[in-house]
Each structure stands twice: as C-alpha cells, then as structure tokens.
C-alpha cells in the first residue's frame, strides 16, 4: 500500500467511524455502526463480519461494521471475490482499497487528485459530500484537511 493509499484509508475511517471512536477502538477496525464515543458498540471476533442489524431510525437499518463501515452483504461478495479469510484489520483493507480501484480512483488518489477521487467513491460512503444516503456527510475542506494531516499529498485543491 502507498503513503497516498494509506491516508486515503486513514481519511475514510476518520469520516466514517469518527475520531473519538478511533481512539476508544482497534483503530476502528472494531466498530459497530451507530457508536458513539460515549456509547462504543464494539465487536471483538474477526473470524467474520459481526452480522448485528442497528436501528439507526425509523427508516434506516444497517449492518455497517469496522473502519470503513463495510456492510454484511459487501463483506459476503468480496470474502469470496478476493479469497479472505476473515473481517481483520488486513480483510478490511483490502476490500476499501478494492471498492476505491473498481471506481477508477486509485490512480488519483496516488497523483494526488483528491477531490475526485472523493467524488468517484462517495457513493460508496455515506459519510462523503454528496454521498446522498440522509446521513452526516462530511465538507470537502475538512476531508482534504484530515488527508493531508494522515500524510497524504494533494495536487489539487478545492
């Protein structure tokens, strides 16, 4: 994995999990959808995806789960597709690092083309800017911020 890779990666947990459960968790890579840093929700066993469904609403349910907040059914088709073994921090991984290549944006990420590799994946994140799922969805600035904070380089900013 890249320097650029990994801030990319670093960037998307701090968006999707939060900074205060990075802190109170494996990194993230344990952590149950709908936690707080004052209520973790955390899972402990990566032998597989933790497979809990959270009431986060009255209209909205998931089974997102770990650093990237990976859902059961995306674990399911790239556990098989990519041959892993489990949901640890490594399975993890590399099925962000997948998602991110199938949306062509791995190249920017390692040119530096932040912005649009947000753009390519923020469908895939709820918590992206104009990700559209009806969650908090993080400002640009603030992304850019926190990529180049976890080591990352941007050639082009907002």
């Known amino acids: 994995m890249t320097k650029q890779e990994q801030a990319f990666l670093d960037m998307l947990a701090w968006s999707e999990v939060g900074p205060g459960l990075l802190a109170k968790s494996d990194h993230g890579y344990n952590v149950i959808v709908g936690s707080t840093p004052m209520f973790p929700r955390l899972f402990y066993d990566y032998s597989d995806h933790p497979r809990v469904l959270v009431k986060l609403s ?3 349910s998931s089974t997102a789960a770990g650093r990237y907040q990976v859902l059961k059914r995306t674990f399911d088709a790239y556990k098989s597709r990519l041959n892993l073994p489990d949901f640890s921090p490594a399975s993890q991984d590399r099925i962000a690092l997948q998602l991110i290549k199938e949306r062509g944006a791995l190249k920017d990420i390692n040119d530096g083309r932040i912005v649009e590799a947000i753009r390519k994946v ?3 994140w709820a918590s992206l800017p104009s990700a559209g799922y009806g969650q908090h969805e993080h ?3 603030d992304l850019i ?3 180049t904070q976890c080591g990352g380089t941007v050639e082009n900013q907002l």
Do not use: M
């Open 58 to 60: 009255d209209t909205l």
């Open 122 to 124: 923020r469908n895939i």
């Open 139 to 141: 400002k640009l600035s």
């Open 145 to 147: 911020r926190e990529f």
